[in-house]
């Protein structure tokens, strides 16, 4: 399982669900520490932007289990709500 923190654009999210199973952040809201916390409990990967704060706290809910890591980013056009 893969937990997506943020929605990404459509066209990486279409690829994402076809190759792994997902679990979507579909309110894109930024995620909370405990939300974090409890989003990491039953996954493989997970899937953060570089708004997420994980800290020490965070991370030590992988404990030695930690793996695949993957962060993306990406800017939206002013005004036009598309990357």
Do not use: H, Q, W
Not at 16 to 39: Q, T
Not at 54 to 77: K, S, T, W
Request: glycine content about 10%; aromatic content about 6%; charged content about 25%.
């Amino acid at each position: 399982m893969a937990i997506v923190t943020r929605k990404p654009p459509d066209p990486i999210e279409t690829r994402m669900m076809k190759l792994f199973a997902c679990r979507l952040n579909r309110g894109d809201k930024p995620l909370g520490k405990s939300e974090l916390i409890a989003a990491i409990g039953d996954l493989d990967v997970l899937v953060p932007t570089v708004d997420d704060r994980i800290d020490g706290a965070v991370l030590a809910v992988y404990g030695l289990a930690l793996g695949p890591f993957a962060e993306f980013g990406f800017m939206r056009r002013a005004g036009s709500g598309r990357p």
